[in-house]
């Protein structure tokens, strides 16, 4: 439910300015000199009307408080909340939970609070609840080593969904429960969780404590996403076919020149970037009824730790314009992630209009242009997303 316009927004926001952070990123690494005998830096995604914000700090005073929330209709009353009860360890911040890692430090925060996020019920819009995996493994880059998060919400099936996100982030879930206040109120509520709770709607609540996180291997987790399809390495053995499939389309390889031969297939099995070693390199085919139909070269760990290049994605002409290269190509994202991977990179030419706008919408962005090594040093451009 969208919220009223507030009435005077602008000067209401102007006289609790002291409580807005205008410039997060500025405070990245520096939150603590805010209140230098900080014990605990507590983190809260989407703060709405604050409730929960002002009491939690209230009863916290040995803590920073800092509370994220989208909306300035609502984030206007939270602070003039936390105003009126003259609390000076609670600041706000404007923005986006995706952009945490913008905000703060590694290891800066000590605790995150998610209560009653967005749902979004539909399946195709589940990568936006605050809950998916690719949130939580966000949330790992500004956590400190056994920080923790703490869910509330009353959506049933957005708890049993995510209590299978958390482990898969690296989160040991404790404190599980489906009914937090079926023995009488349990810690602060926020206004929303009053309301339905006063309406008989049980309340679920968990803790995840972050720990290692638990890589999957990137091929084992591609299998699994693309199980229609046979998914191995490369080996010699597979050169005749290779070139078979790459001869299907001679413009694709006028655009990314040179024409494929044998020794050039035989070459690329073992072609790695700079300071990269072999066990980096993943060059796979993807079969189906005994016939190669795509193929992808992807480097983990290139060009910065936890970043994979994608060197090259190609899919038999007659699969084109189907989805099928945004599907595999999701699938490796995903299993990148699941990897421990949090960036993908990847070289378009400039030349290749229709290549270029195929990454965009796979949420790719240009990063600068540059030219390729080799023979042919060709001018690209070097785009990057986050897995």
């Given at each position: 439910?969208?919220?009223?316009?507030?009435?005077?927004?602008?000067?209401?926001?102007?006289?609790?300015?002291?409580?807005?952070?205008?410039?997060?990123?500025?405070?990245?690494?520096?939150?603590?000199?805010?209140?230098?005998?900080?014990?605990?830096?507590?983190?809260?995604?989407?703060?709405?009307?604050?409730?929960?914000?002002?009491?939690?700090?209230?009863?916290?005073?040995?803590?920073?408080?800092?509370?994220?929330?989208?909306?300035?209709?609502?984030?206007?009353?939270?602070?003039?909340?936390?105003?009126?009860?003259?609390?000076?360890?609670?600041?706000?911040?404007?923005?986006?939970?995706?952009?945490?890692?913008?905000?703060?430090?590694?290891?800066?925060?000590?605790?995150?609070?998610?209560n009653f996020c967005d749902p979004w019920p539909s399946v195709k819009h589940s990568r936006r609840r605050?809950?998916?995996?690719?949130?939580?493994?966000?949330?790992?880059?500004?956590?400190?080593?056994?920080?923790?998060?703490?869910?509330?919400?009353?959506?049933?099936?957005?708890?049993?969904?995510?209590?299978?996100?958390?482990?898969?982030?690296?989160?040991?879930?404790?404190?599980?429960?489906?009914?937090?206040?079926?023995?009488?109120?349990?810690?602060?509520?926020?206004?929303?969780?009053?309301?339905?709770?006063?309406?008989?709607?049980?309340?679920?609540?968990?803790?995840?404590?972050?720990?290692?996180?638990?890589?999957?291997?990137?091929?084992?987790?591609?299998?699994?996403?693309?199980?229609?399809?046979?998914?191995?390495?490369?080996?010699?053995?597979?050169?005749?076919?290779?070139?078979?499939?790459?001869?299907?389309?001679?413009?694709?390889?006028?655009?990314?020149?040179?024409?494929?031969?044998?020794?050039?297939?035989?070459?690329?099995?073992?072609?790695?970037?700079?300071?990269?070693?072999?066990?980096?390199?993943?060059?796979?085919?993807?079969?189906?009824?005994?016939?190669?139909?795509?193929?992808?070269?992807?480097?983990?760990?290139?060009?910065?730790?936890?970043?994979?290049?994608?060197?090259?994605?190609?899919?038999?002409?007659?699969?084109?314009?189907?989805?099928?290269?945004?599907?595999?190509?999701?699938?490796?994202?995903?299993?990148?992630?699941?990897?421990?991977?949090?960036?993908?990179?990847?070289?378009?030419?400039?030349?290749?209009?229709?290549?270029?706008?195929?990454?965009?919408?796979?949420?790719?962005?240009?990063?600068?242009?540059?030219?390729?090594?080799?023979?042919?040093?060709?001018?690209?451009?070097?785009?990057?997303?986050?897995?």
């Amino acid at each position: 439910m969208r919220m009223r316009k507030k009435k005077n927004l602008v000067p209401r926001m102007e006289a609790c300015g002291e409580l807005l952070v205008r410039d997060p990123a500025a405070e990245k690494g520096r939150w603590r000199e805010r209140k230098p005998d900080t014990v605990k830096l507590r983190l809260e995604l989407g703060c709405g009307k604050g409730r929960f914000t002002a009491e939690t700090a209230a009863a916290h005073p040995e803590d920073l408080y800092v509370a994220v929330e989208r909306v300035p209709d609502a984030m206007v009353i939270a602070m003039e909340r936390c105003r009126s009860m003259g609390l000076t360890n609670v600041f706000f911040i404007d923005g986006d939970a995706a952009a945490l890692d913008q905000y703060f430090a590694p290891g800066e925060v000590d605790l995150i609070y998610i209560n009653f996020c967005d749902p979004w019920p539909s399946v195709k819009h589940s990568r936006r609840r605050l809950t998916h995996v690719n949130f939580l493994r966000g949330y790992r880059r500004v956590l400190k080593e056994g920080g923790q998060i703490h869910f509330k919400t009353d959506n049933h099936d957005l708890f049993e969904w995510s209590l299978f996100q958390f482990p898969k982030a690296g989160f040991a879930l404790s404190e599980v429960t489906r009914n937090l206040h079926e023995h009488g109120v349990q810690g602060v509520m926020t206004d929303y969780e009053e309301k339905f709770h006063a309406l008989g709607t049980p309340i679920n609540r968990c803790v995840g404590t972050m720990e290692a996180l638990p890589d999957v291997p990137l091929v084992d987790g591609l299998a699994r996403r693309l199980a229609d399809w046979e998914i191995r390495p490369v080996t010699g053995d597979d050169v005749a076919s290779m070139l078979a499939l790459f001869q299907t389309d001679p413009d694709f390889f006028a655009l990314n020149p040179p024409q494929p031969t044998a020794a050039s297939i035989q070459e690329d099995l073992t072609n790695l970037p700079p300071r990269c070693a072999i066990e980096q390199k993943h060059y796979l085919a993807l079969w189906r009824d005994g016939v190669p139909q795509a193929v992808l070269d992807l480097v983990e760990g290139y060009p910065r730790e936890r970043t994979f290049y994608v060197g090259l994605l190609f899919l038999a002409p007659e699969l084109r314009r189907q989805g099928r290269g945004r599907e595999i190509m999701e699938a490796v994202l995903q299993a990148a992630g699941d990897a421990g991977m949090d960036r993908a990179q990847l070289a378009c030419l400039l030349n290749n209009p229709i290549g270029h706008a195929f990454w965009r919408a796979m949420g790719f962005g240009d990063l600068r242009e540059d030219k390729l090594l080799g023979e042919t040093a060709a001018p690209v451009w070097v785009m990057e997303r986050l897995v």
